[in-house]
Antibody, heavy 119, light 108 residues
Framework: QVQLVQSGAEVKKPGASVKVSCKAS????????MHWVRQAPGQGLEWMGV????????RYAQKFQGRVTMTRDTSTSTVYMDLSSLRSEDTAVYYC????????????WGQGTLVTVSS | SYVLTQPPSVSVAPGKTARITCGGY??????VHWYQQKPGQAPVLVIY???DRPSGIPERFSGSNSGNTATLTISRVEAGDEADYYC???????????FGGGTKLTVL
């Protein structure tokens, strides 16, 4: 069965970086795009960007350009999301979610990773 | 950038029909997807490509999309349907995913 398993919760200080992982199983890793979506406490869903695991190409939301980097390791079927220069407003649950095409809905989601930014 | 507008809240009595709207300029020309999110859980896809249901989603959930409004309809609402609902599109002009602000469905 399809599973997206994310790394555990993180606590970071302002200005630091965080790297969240998402390990995929149960399907052909390179056949689906992987997106990152975050949700601040009590707020809605916010798209951060997408990576094509097949070639590694990425597209980032304008808001995060220059601060986010998405990578993948095809040998372990894992994607990573690195967010730098953290500030308190980055405190959120971060989700990975897959789509078969960029225009299709997200059919599977990871369980979410809480990142807390606090001094 | 493309904007999707949802009502913050919708209330409905059990057994009745809930309709949650998602407004956007010429949204009828886009593919709209809907997600249900319960507290402390990841979102779940309930409608994709305007009106298709993933396997396992009850037939009570349906969708439509025309003009400037897409609609998620939940028939014979149950207490378990109480959740936040989000619409989503892929904006081809920016090549970005866009989410609506979300609608909290309350079952009275």
């Amino acid at each position: 069965q399809v599973q997206l398993v994310q790394s555990g919760a993180e606590v970071k200080k302002p200005g630091a970086s965080v790297k969240v992982s998402c390990k995929a199983s149960g399907y052909t890793f390179t056949s689906y795009y992987m997106h990152w979506v975050r949700q601040a406490p009590g707020q809605g869903l916010e798209w951060m960007g997408v990576i094509n695991p097949s070639g590694g190409s990425t597209r980032y939301a304008q808001k995060f350009q220059g601060r986010v980097t998405m990578t993948r390791d095809t040998s372990t079927s894992t994607v990573y999301m690195d967010l730098s220069s953290l500030r308190s407003e980055d405190t959120a649950v971060y989700y990975c979610a897959r789509t078969v095409t960029t225009t299709r809905g997200f059919d599977y989601w990871g369980q979410g990773t809480l990142v807390t930014v606090s001094s | 950038s493309y904007v999707l507008t949802q009502p913050p809240s919708v209330s409905v009595a059990p057994g009745k029909t809930a309709r949650i709207t998602c407004g956007g300029y010429n949204i009828g020309s886009k593919n709209v997807h809907w997600y249900q999110q319960k507290p402390g859980q990841a979102p779940v896809l309930v409608i994709y490509y305007d009106s298709d249901r993933p396997s396992g989603i009850p037939e009570r959930f349906s969708g439509s999309n025309s003009g400037n409004t897409a609609t998620l309809t939940i028939s014979r609402v149950e207490a378990g349907d109480e959740a936040d609902y989000y619409c989503q599109v892929w904006d081809t002009s920016s090549d970005h995913v866009v989410f609506g602000g979300g609608t909290k469905l309350t079952v009275l």
